[in-house]
Protein backbone atom coordinates (compact mmCIF):
# COMPACT_ATOMS: atom_id res chain seq x y z
CA UNK A 1 0.00 0.00 0.00
CA UNK A 2 3.17 2.31 0.71
CA UNK A 3 4.49 1.47 -2.25
CA UNK A 4 1.45 2.67 -4.38
CA UNK A 5 1.40 6.25 -2.28
CA UNK A 6 4.94 6.79 -2.88
CA UNK A 7 4.72 5.63 -6.89
CA UNK A 8 1.95 8.22 -7.24
CA UNK A 9 2.87 11.07 -5.56
CA UNK A 10 5.19 12.23 -8.52
CA UNK A 11 1.61 12.79 -10.50
CA UNK A 12 0.19 14.76 -7.55
CA UNK A 13 2.99 17.45 -7.39
CA UNK A 14 1.96 18.80 -10.93
CA UNK A 15 -1.55 18.60 -10.54
CA UNK A 16 -1.42 20.40 -6.96
CA UNK A 17 1.03 23.07 -8.45
CA UNK A 18 -1.48 23.47 -11.55
CA UNK A 19 -4.21 23.67 -9.26
CA UNK A 20 -3.03 26.10 -6.71
CA UNK A 21 -1.88 28.45 -10.24
CA UNK A 22 -5.54 27.68 -11.42
CA UNK A 23 -7.27 29.18 -8.23
CA UNK A 24 -4.87 32.19 -7.96
CA UNK A 25 -5.75 33.44 -11.57
CA UNK A 26 -9.44 32.83 -11.05
CA UNK A 27 -8.92 34.80 -8.11
CA UNK A 28 -6.51 37.55 -9.82
CA UNK A 29 -9.36 37.61 -12.67
CA UNK A 30 -12.29 37.96 -10.43
CA UNK A 31 -10.74 40.65 -8.52
CA UNK A 32 -9.23 42.71 -11.33
CA UNK A 33 -12.47 42.08 -12.87
CA UNK A 34 -14.44 43.75 -9.76
CA UNK A 35 -12.33 46.44 -8.98
CA UNK A 36 -10.22 47.69 -12.19
CA UNK A 37 -12.73 48.47 -14.20
CA UNK A 38 -14.60 50.60 -11.74
CA UNK A 39 -11.60 52.50 -10.42
CA UNK A 40 -9.34 52.99 -13.06
CA UNK A 41 -11.58 52.76 -16.26
CA UNK A 42 -9.33 49.73 -17.85
CA UNK A 43 -10.87 47.07 -19.54
CA UNK A 44 -11.89 43.17 -17.63
CA UNK A 45 -9.36 40.52 -18.33
CA UNK A 46 -9.32 36.88 -19.17
CA UNK A 47 -8.49 34.00 -17.22
CA UNK A 48 -5.43 33.40 -18.97
CA UNK A 49 -4.56 37.14 -18.80
CA UNK A 50 -5.15 36.86 -15.00
CA UNK A 51 -3.04 34.01 -14.76
CA UNK A 52 -0.12 35.93 -16.68
CA UNK A 53 -0.32 38.81 -14.62
CA UNK A 54 0.06 36.58 -11.46
CA UNK A 55 3.49 34.86 -12.72
CA UNK A 56 4.90 38.06 -14.24
CA UNK A 57 3.88 39.81 -10.49
CA UNK A 58 5.90 36.84 -8.73
CA UNK A 59 8.96 37.45 -11.17
CA UNK A 60 9.04 40.81 -10.43
CA UNK A 61 8.32 40.75 -6.93
CA UNK A 62 9.39 37.62 -5.18
CA UNK A 63 8.21 34.75 -4.47
CA UNK A 64 7.21 35.07 -1.02
CA UNK A 65 10.74 34.53 0.47
CA UNK A 66 10.03 38.12 2.44
CA UNK A 67 12.79 40.10 3.61
CA UNK A 68 15.27 40.26 6.16
CA UNK A 69 14.32 38.23 9.69
CA UNK A 70 14.03 39.79 12.76
CA UNK A 71 14.64 43.64 13.67
CA UNK A 72 16.47 46.93 11.56
CA UNK A 73 18.55 45.27 9.00
CA UNK A 74 17.99 41.63 9.58
CA UNK A 75 19.18 41.88 13.23
CA UNK A 76 18.22 40.02 15.92
CA UNK A 77 13.71 39.86 16.72
CA UNK A 78 13.34 41.64 19.83
CA UNK A 79 12.32 39.14 21.87
CA UNK A 80 15.85 37.21 21.18
CA UNK A 81 17.34 40.68 21.84
CA UNK A 82 16.40 41.13 25.37
CA UNK A 83 17.10 37.59 26.34
CA UNK A 84 20.09 37.67 24.63
CA UNK A 85 20.71 40.98 26.68
CA UNK A 86 19.56 39.38 29.76
CA UNK A 87 21.58 36.29 29.57
CA UNK A 88 24.76 38.61 29.27
CA UNK A 89 24.14 40.87 31.97
CA UNK A 90 24.12 37.79 34.22
CA UNK A 91 27.40 36.49 32.94
CA UNK A 92 30.65 36.30 35.05
CA UNK A 93 33.44 38.36 33.27
CA UNK A 94 35.17 34.66 32.75
CA UNK A 95 32.09 33.93 30.98
CA UNK A 96 31.79 36.78 28.97
CA UNK A 97 35.31 36.33 27.48
CA UNK A 98 34.29 32.48 26.70
CA UNK A 99 31.20 33.81 25.25
CA UNK A 100 32.94 36.27 22.72
CA UNK A 101 36.05 33.99 21.75
CA UNK A 102 33.24 30.94 21.01
CA UNK A 103 31.03 33.63 19.29
CA UNK A 104 34.11 34.92 17.41
CA UNK A 105 34.85 31.35 16.07
CA UNK A 106 31.19 30.20 14.86
CA UNK A 107 30.76 33.61 13.68
CA UNK A 108 33.75 34.89 12.53
CA UNK A 109 34.31 37.97 14.85
CA UNK A 110 31.21 40.60 14.70
CA UNK A 111 31.22 42.80 11.69
CA UNK A 112 29.49 42.15 8.71
CA UNK A 113 31.11 42.29 4.41
CA UNK A 114 30.94 46.04 4.43
CA UNK A 115 32.59 47.08 7.70
CA UNK A 116 29.52 47.20 10.63
CA UNK A 117 28.21 45.37 12.97
CA UNK A 118 25.60 43.03 11.01
CA UNK A 119 23.11 41.67 13.91
CA UNK A 120 24.47 41.22 17.45
CA UNK A 121 27.27 40.34 19.07
CA UNK A 122 29.17 40.88 22.70
CA UNK A 123 30.11 44.36 21.97
CA UNK A 124 26.12 45.20 21.08
CA UNK A 125 25.54 43.71 24.40
CA UNK A 126 28.54 45.63 25.92
CA UNK A 127 26.57 48.94 24.76
CA UNK A 128 23.47 48.65 25.58
CA UNK A 129 24.47 47.40 29.41
CA UNK A 130 26.12 50.60 30.21
CA UNK A 131 23.22 52.79 28.68
CA UNK A 132 20.40 50.57 30.20
CA UNK A 133 21.34 50.00 34.01
CA UNK A 134 18.97 48.09 36.05
CA UNK A 135 17.12 50.42 38.58
CA UNK A 136 17.73 49.33 41.93
Given at each position: ????????????????????????????????????????????????????????????????????????????????????????????????????????????????KFGGRG?????????????KQPIE
Amino acid sequence: MKRVFYKGRFIFIPLGIAAVAALAGFVVMLLWNALMPVIFHLGIITFWQALGLFILCKVLFGFGKGGPKGGFRGGPAPWMRYKMEEKYRTMSPEERERFKQKWSERCGGFGNKFGGRGGFGPDWFEETNEAKQPIE
